[in-house]
């Protein structure tokens, strides 16, 4: 086999944990066992944390059945990390693999993972030692460019969906404005997805806004004063990172992290900010509540989408038969939507760099213009990615005649 | 038979929806229609609200089918209320019930239900319109009297286990420390619950806060301090309704019900506020989050505990027994613990003013001295009702052996 290397592989993981994200990572574990070329099997602790520190565990110790289980474990079971290398880094990383005799990278992270790998695939280049450096898509955030969507999605959009519907039930038993704050800071792929709750037509979210239209208060509460004089309820699902026309965030951050970006979740601010806006608005006497989804999204044990499961499974394995085959030195494994019904998918390789660093928004053409909701073309395009939702229904409710 | 009544059935769902709140209407239902001596079964919408406004719906109209869905549907499918009747408003329902020919009234809810019904009951007696008025008992908090444990308790523990059994995980992947405010305003039976979603010695909740000690901010800190110098990250479990020792509670809501209750839920400042206490306690550059669970603990569709399931059918059916055998008049239907293992439960008449006004405390002996954990007794008490959770497992992590 002409492009044949040998040597050892690593796995990290990085970024916001996801439901499927260890899917991937005994993917990558499977797939590498069945091929002769890779000999030692190595997990980087906390990703490029580990392979800075030279942190590796062995992943070939690890028994079949552990690995089955982890892989239906939320969160990196690797332990993950937030932080983007510098150049400087990226070097003493380059040169700890190639004193470990690493010939494969697997990293498996958004589009930042992305620009690591596409960084140190480019040090390998100069080096003389050959490594394969492949990207593995996840976040629930969905915003990888190039992909038709992103591993970890599908789960997250379940739960919020599901929540959605709970939720929804709760305020029709108790009616009221309900605000669910929903994860997401550029892109609306996950506070869209609460619109799969509806069933009824009047079944909420009634309300949604997403990161990709300016959020002007003085019409959101308009929109909620009607909805509100229709159905004597209103149910919101708003994303973190909406902002007003000047792309000012409607809630200021009180932190970052090494990647410049504000801190959004954890907090129930936005949500309180937004209820209150409601409670002044709608006077004396009006029930309000708000709920911020927060870290559940992404980490909710045994309700992951059995569609993003697989897929997450399926990047997982294709990185390495990609990286073996020696057709390609470096890639991110896309996957393309090769018909909606049914759902079927196929996956690519993608150059890192056709990856990394620019992420996409929700496509304007699925919002409708009035900008608080969104279009039965993206319940179609979601719908697959989350698969069955839980059975909920409403009594008939026929009325008794009054007495005579 | 000497003690048949003929009449009408009105069945009425009131306070915080559950999960299961649905089983029981299902289970008064599905019992009512085996009863000869049981003529119309009405529903009423929104509780005390529905009888008082003579707001009826035809349950025996509603089929079979349509009822099995709605019993796993979670928030009550009646519609619920916060509505505590005034005297002169239950002998308006008195006359209500009078004039349409109601017999047998079945009043779901908790503690302020009872008392609801208990005066429903008095005024019945002094009518001569014989009236058979039963509790049917749930509530999320764990709180009512006489009986072993509640329906509806189970299935949000069960959410609050799993919640924090994947942020755990999520913490597991990206260290800090992360606070998590669960609903239970006087009662930390569900707080408590969260330390089910312990496996591993170092997994959290590494500390639960109930309403039943005083909290001290202090002391919080310094709890926190230990646990982050022993594993470098601390999952904190909190019940929204904490306070000091003067009982002033640690968050002041903005806003009161009309049982005089201050709004806790639906708001993420309890956790914020001790989030910000905890980021200035340990300095720049901590990582400190807070989630509040909100209202997805009582109305997360397709998650509820098997067991809360059937025993919320349950304590549906035997109160249509107990009204029936015209043994009582009125009361409660309670749950013995006859074994813990195997686990089994009967259900049995309690008085409605046993039930009604006061509520039970977590006991102090299932919380540890230092008022910051729960005991393993109370871990032996909660697991039957919660039921199996998801599997999750962690990585043998064997470290791949330091380069030469």
């Not at 959009?157 to 038993?173: E, I």
């Amino acid at each position: 086999m002409p492009n044949e290397l040998k040597g050892h592989a690593v796995i990290g993981q990085s970024g916001g944990p996801t439901a499927v994200i260890n899917q991937s990572l005994v993917g990558v574990v499977e797939e590498a066992r069945r091929h002769g070329c890779i000999d030692g099997i190595y997990g980087a602790l906390h990703g490029v944390r580990g392979l800075l520190d030279d942190r590796l565990i062995d992943l070939r110790a690890e028994s079949a059945a552990t690995l089955e289980r982890v892989a239906a474990t939320p969160a990196s079971a690797l332990g993950s990390v937030r932080k983007k290398p510098t150049r400087e880094e990226c070097e003493r990383i380059a040169s700890n693999l190639r004193e470990r005799g690493v010939r494969y990278v697997f990293y498996i992270g958004g589009n930042d993972s992305a620009e690591t790998a596409h960084l140190l695939s480019e040090l390998g280049r100069g080096t003389g030692h050959e490594l394969r450096v492949f990207h593995v898509p996840k976040t629930i955030d969905n915003d990888l460019l190039v992909t038709d969507h992103c591993p970890g999605f599908g789960s997250a959009a379940r739960f919020v969906a599901a929540a959605t519907m709970g939720d929804n039930l709760d305020n029709r038993s108790l009616p009221g404005v309900k605000i669910n704050v929903v994860m997401g800071r550029h892109a609306g792929f996950l506070t869209a997805a609460t619109a799969l709750a509806r069933i009824e037509p009047d079944d909420g979210p009634h309300l949604v806004y997403l990161p990709e239209t300016a959020f002007d208060v003085g019409r959101f509460l308009d929109d909620v004063s009607r909805v509100v004089a229709k159905w004597k309820r209103c149910v919101v699902a708003v994303s973190e990172g909406i902002h007003d026309a000047s792309g000012r965030l409607i809630v200021e951050g009180r932190e970052k992290d090494s990647h410049g970006n504000v801190q959004l979740s954890g907090s129930g601010a936005l949500g309180d900010l937004l209820a209150d806006h409601v409670k002044r608005h709608l006077g004396e006497g009006a029930r309000v509540r708000a709920d911020t989804f927060g870290y559940l999204q992404r980490s909710f044990p045994g309700f992951a989408s059995e569609v993003d499961a697989s897929e997450a499974r399926r990047v997982g394995i294709d990185a390495v038969k990609a990286a073996v085959s020696g057709q390609h030195d470096s890639g991110s494994i896309a996957l393309r939507r090769t018909s909606n019904s049914p759902y079927t998918v196929e996956t690519f390789v993608t150059p890192l760099a056709s990856v990394a660093k620019n992420t996409k928004s929700f496509p304007a053409e699925w919002i409708v213009p009035a900008g608080n909701d969104v279009t039965t073309g993206w319940l179609d395009y979601v719908r697959p990615l989350v698969g069955s939702l839980p059975d909920v229904a409403q009594l008939a409710r026929v009325p008794v005649p009054p007495r005579s």
